[in-house]
């Protein structure tokens, strides 16, 4: 299975970046990586995806490890709407995505 | 803007009660799915559909069913509902690619309780 790890809890201070991290080791050759969040109540929502060059978008950043096992998603100034819980997730066979329990962010004012 | 909807945002059944969650999407996708989302377990794949009339067991099947009979419905049945199946229910869809690299739309989840 192509399952991530990431640490269940991190916290931030508003302005300042953040650097989520997960681990990936079992990442296959044509696997993307993607980030999704989910702000409470509601349904998760896209944040990035790459490959394996990094990725830039309005929302966040995409660090890629060199082989691939890991990745960093980079918010460059936190606010407190960016408090949410971050998904990594490894596509898999059959167009499924696997979630895991993903990142619980706080950011602190 | 893209959407993705669900019929209910919370519901309470009965134990032995049918159960249908519908989900309808306005973007022409071809995927569907329908997750659950359990505190500590994240959100797991229950079933999923490439197409009109096909679907695809997810990781979690047992105890529910699904129909797709027009592309922008997608249809998540309980036959029997069971206290074990209380949770949150989010549908998604995506379009088809060839790639690996699409963007899966949410709906804002079904908060189902069974008692």
């Known amino acids: 299975d192509a399952k991530t790890t990431q640490p269940n809890s991190m916290e931030s201070n508003e302005e300042e970046p953040v650097h989520l991290p997960c681990n990936h080791s079992?990442?296959?050759?044509?696997?993307?990586i993607h980030w999704y969040r989910q702000l409470p109540s509601q349904g998760p929502e896209y944040v990035i995806h790459?490959?394996?060059s990094n990725v830039n978008n309005r929302m966040a950043s995409l660090a890629i490890a060199e082989d691939r096992k890991s990745s960093t998603l980079i918010l460059h100034r936190a606010t407190l709407r960016d408090a949410a819980v971050y998904y990594c997730?490894?596509?898999?066979?059959?167009?499924?995505?696997?979630f895991g329990t993903g990142t619980s962010l706080t950011v602190i004012p | 803007d893209v959407k993705v909807t669900q019929s209910s945002r919370y519901l309470v059944k009965r134990t032995g009660e049918k159960v249908f969650l519908e989900c309808v999407q306005d973007?022409?996708?071809?995927?569907m799915f329908w997750y659950r989302q359990d505190p500590g377990l994240g959100l797991r794949l229950i079933y999923f559909?490439?197409?009109?009339?096909?679907?695809e067991k997810g990781d979690i099947p047992e105890g529910y069913s699904v129909s797709r009979e027009k592309k922008e419905r997608f249809s998540l049945i309980l036959e029997s509902a069971s206290t074990n199946q209380t949770s949150m229910y989010l549908c998604?869809?995506?379009?088809?690619?060839?790639?690996?690299?699409?963007?899966?739309?949410f709906g804002p989840g079904t908060r189902l309780t069974v008692t």
């Open positions: 998604a869809s995506s379009p088809r690619t060839a790639l690996r690299s699409y963007e899966q739309y």
């Open positions: 079992t990442i296959s050759g044509t696997d993307y």
């Open positions: 790459g490959l394996t």
């Open positions: 997730i490894l596509t898999r066979a059959g167009n499924q995505f696997y």
């Open positions: 973007m022409d996708h071809e995927n």
């Open positions: 559909s490439y197409d009109v009339k096909m679907k």
